[in-house]
């Protein structure tokens, strides 16, 4: 994933993106593109990276950027 290379965070914090990151995926309609979870994971991981931690925050953000996304 790009622009993620140096990035770094506490346990906790990728406890929280983890359960954003598997609710956002349970809400894709089958079949899930691999392509659409890099999305939602790059998305989750911008927005804890600028400080959010709640993780219905973080999922509803990702997708909402997923429906933003050009296709």
């Given at each position: 994933m790009k622009?993620f290379?140096?990035a770094?965070?506490?346990p906790e914090?990728?406890s929280?993106?983890?359960?954003?990151?598997?609710?956002?995926?349970?809400t894709?309609p089958?079949?899930?593109?691999?392509?659409?979870?890099q999305?939602?994971?790059?998305?989750?991981?911008?927005a804890?990276?600028?400080g959010?931690?709640?993780p219905?925050?973080?999922q509803?953000l990702?997708l909402l950027?997923?429906?933003l996304?050009?296709?």
């Amino acid at each position: 994933m790009k622009d993620f290379a140096n990035a770094s965070f506490p346990p906790e914090v990728i406890s929280v993106m983890e359960q954003a990151l598997d609710a956002a995926v349970a809400t894709l309609p089958e079949p899930v593109h691999s392509h659409h979870v890099q999305l939602i994971a790059e998305a989750i991981l911008r927005a804890a990276h600028s400080g959010e931690r709640d993780p219905i925050v973080l999922q509803r953000l990702a997708l909402l950027e997923l429906q933003l996304h050009p296709r």
